[in-house]
Structures are given as structure tokens and as C-alpha cells.
T-cell receptor, first 115, second 117 residues
Framework: GAVVSQHPSRVICKSGTSVKIECRSL??????MFWYRQFPKQSLMLMAT?????????EQGVEKDKFLINHASLTLSTLTVTSAHPEDSSFYIC???????????FGSGTRLTVV | AQTVTQSQPEMSVQEAETVTLSCTYD???????LFWYKQPPSRQMILVIR??????QNATENRFSVNFQKAAKSFSLKISDSQLGDAAMYFC??????????????FGEGTQLTVNP
């Protein structure tokens, strides 16, 4: 079945630094990947849609200069949290799909803690 | 815009019993897909079951089945013979049938299921 690998699973960084999270589709090509943020006991909040070879589409209220997304190949999308602050601490999840109706496969998530 | 509503923030069930989780949605589209995802404490999102709107037959996957009522825009999940491993947050999700960037998943708020031994 479709597998999406997300790394790192946990990261602690200092305030003001940048952190990169990788999302890879291991056994299929993904022209579109999605990045979510999830707070404890809450639903997933879509941050942006990552499109291979073009600019990402950000949801309203998401700072595109803070959350940089790059989708340089059909199997890799990256989310870089720039100039991280403690309020950026959260659980970030990526997902990718193989086509309409198949649903999406999710990465295992990244717990980001900014100190 | 589509919306998905899960009106039960928490549910509990005794092991081996049956439980039904509710989900309603709002859309003006006629062709779409509905999903139930499970998120255990590991926080890994796992697809439980999917339903294609143009199919009248309710989807089933082993102990999991849905009651899809298209006219009522209702999509409930029934878990039979509940097991301790079923304890998780369950999310109902909607996806348009098109392949455009609009084919994002819209999630409900989630239902936390507890399974009591």
C-alpha cells in the first residue's frame, strides 16, 4: 500500500532558528501533498497544499513567509518553519494521495517544540 | 464550501459491544467521497473505511461498516465487536471527486472513542 514517510518525528529548536520537515511518498508519485497542523485533542487544520513544480497554495491566515513549502520532486515536499517561536510549537502532519477516491495516506507526524 | 460535523466529542463502549459514531456533512456537490480515519495515541492517521457517493451500497471493512444516507447527508460509522485497540480519535472526512487542488480533505471535529474492558 501507499506509504508516506515524514521526518523528523520529533524536533526541539531554539526560538529564532529554522526547522525543516520532510515528507516523502515512498512507493508512488504525488503531484500534490498537504500540510496540516494539529493541536491536542483537536482536528487537523490544513495549512497549505503543496504542488510539484509550482508554488504552494496557503490557507487563509497562514503566513507563507514563515511556513515555507517546497515540492521539488514528485516524491518529496518540505515544510520549513522559519524564525520559529514558541507559539509555533505543534504537531505537523503531511499527507499525499494516489488519486481521487483513494483517500490520502498520512505521514507519522512531527512534534515541534520551540524553546 | 463543504462542512463536516461530528456532534459527539466523546463516546465510550464496552469491549465486544457495538458503537456508532455520527457524522453529517453539507455540500452542494453530487459526486464526492467520504472517509473515516482513526488516530490512535501514536497520532498516526489511519484510513478505516471509504465510501463513494455514487454507490448506494454501504461500505464494510471487517468489523467496520457505514450507514450512508446521501439525501440526509449523513455518514455514520458502526464498530462491531469493539476491541481495546479501537480506542482512538475518529475523524470523518469529505473529499470532492475532482482532481483539482480543491480535492482537499475536509475533516470533522473528531470523536474520542474509549473502549472499556
Amino acid at each position: 500500500g501507499a506509504v508516506v514517510s515524514q521526518h523528523p518525528s520529533r524536533v526541539i529548536c531554539k526560538s529564532g532558528t529554522s526547522v525543516k520537515i520532510e515528507c516523502r511518498s515512498l512507493d508512488f508519485q504525488a503531484t500534490t501533498m498537504f500540510w496540516y497542523r494539529q493541536f491536542p485533542k483537536q482536528s487537523l487544520m490544513l495549512m497549505a497544499t503543496s504542488n510539484e513544480g509550482s508554488k504552494a497554495t496557503y490557507e487563509q491566515g497562514v503566513e507563507k513567509d514563515k511556513f515555507l513549502i517546497n515540492h521539488a520532486s514528485l516524491t518529496l515536499s518540505t515544510l520549513t518553519v522559519t524564525s520559529a517561536h514558541p507559539e509555533d510549537s505543534s504537531f505537523y502532519i503531511c499527507s499525499a494521495g494516489q488519486g481521487a477516491g483513494y483517500g490520502y495516506t498520512f505521514g507519522s507526524g512531527t512534534r515541534l517544540t520551540v524553546v | 464550501a463543504q462542512t463536516v460535523t461530528q456532534s459527539q466529542p466523546e463516546m465510550s463502549v464496552q469491549e465486544a459491544e457495538t458503537v456508532t459514531l455520527s457524522c453529517t456533512y453539507d455540500t452542494s456537490e453530487s459526486d464526492y467521497y467520504l472517509f473515516w480515519y482513526k488516530q490512535p495515541p501514536s497520532r498516526q492517521m489511519i484510513l478505516v473505511i471509504r465510501q463513494e457517493a455514487y454507490k448506494q451500497q454501504n461500505a464494510t471493512e471487517n468489523r467496520f461498516s457505514v450507514n450512508f444516507q446521501k439525501a440526509a447527508k449523513s455518514f455514520s460509522l458502526k464498530i462491531s465487536d469493539s476491541q481495546l485497540g479501537d480506542a482512538a480519535m475518529y475523524f470523518c472526512a469529505y473529499r470532492s471527486a475532482g482532481e483539482t487542488s480543491g480535492s482537499r480533505l475536509t475533516f470533522g471535529e473528531g470523536t474520542q472513542l474509549t473502549v472499556n474492558p
